[in-house]
């Protein structure tokens, strides 16, 4: 996925956010007439942590950047034995086992907010994403639909953990979306996942050929990277220039806090998010 566009990017544009740093430099491509802009969110050569990634700055600077839509490319096991190593899958739910404080809201400090979550992926997006792959002959390696437990990590899980969260009926398991998903609802853009599936997880059994490996993982993910960017491009020529779900206002409702009781420091630091609800 480093190599998007096929070609060098037109530019790169990086960002001071006020929750820090973004992952890494932007890169813009433009792609059949389409500005498209790629982040890594581990950064270059793969350098943070599932739990160092600075989720809130990557997700704010997309919102700088006049971004509306954000296809998420990942890693993940899987649950189940007819979701096979080299298939992909369209999340559409999400289940939290992170265990330490990995900050996936904008709000605090003065302002609550609490954005509608029971479908945490656009669903005009996903199914963008679907017939996207469908025409470029995925046929039945692409699952539309499925739930996404996010672990701690960077540990794979063990044998027991394994056996225990497929037995909880999860579908696949991974260690980065559910705080991309949580902040680009409040930031009001619109997400959906692809999740390319590099092994069965721990739960298979304690044969070599099934052991998890960082080594196996990157593998298929490399032997998969070229029909996710025949995805990717595919759905780009479907997107359409005006949204119509309702991930644009997802915040209408939201916001709770009383105006004249936000912080003047918070009203700053969240007017990019909140500005057109308070002005």
Known sequence: ???????????????????????????????????????????TGHRLLPGEINYRANIWAFKKLDVDWILSVSAVGSFRKEIKPGDFVLVDQYFDRTIRDRPSTFFGDGLVAHVAFDRPVCGDLKRILFEAGQEEGLGSRLHSGGIYLNIEGPAFSTRAE???????????VGMTGVAEAKLCREAEICYAPVAMVTDYDSWVGDEDRNLVSSERVLAAMQKNAEAVRRIVFRALSHISDKRTCSCGD????????????????TREKLQLIIGRYLD
Do not use: C, Q
């Open 162 to 172: 394994s056996l225990l969260y497929k037995s909880w009926g999860f579908d696949v």
């Open 250 to 265: 997802a915040l209408r409702n939201a916001l709770v806090t009383r105006p004249d009781l936000i912080p003047r420091a």
């Open 1 to 43: 996925m480093y190599h998007l566009g096929g070609s060098p990017p037109k530019d790169r544009i990086s960002l001071k956010t006020p929750f820090g740093d973004p992952s890494e430099s932007f890169e813009l491509f433009e792609i059949d007439g389409r500005e498209v802009l790629f982040l890594s969110r581990h950064g």
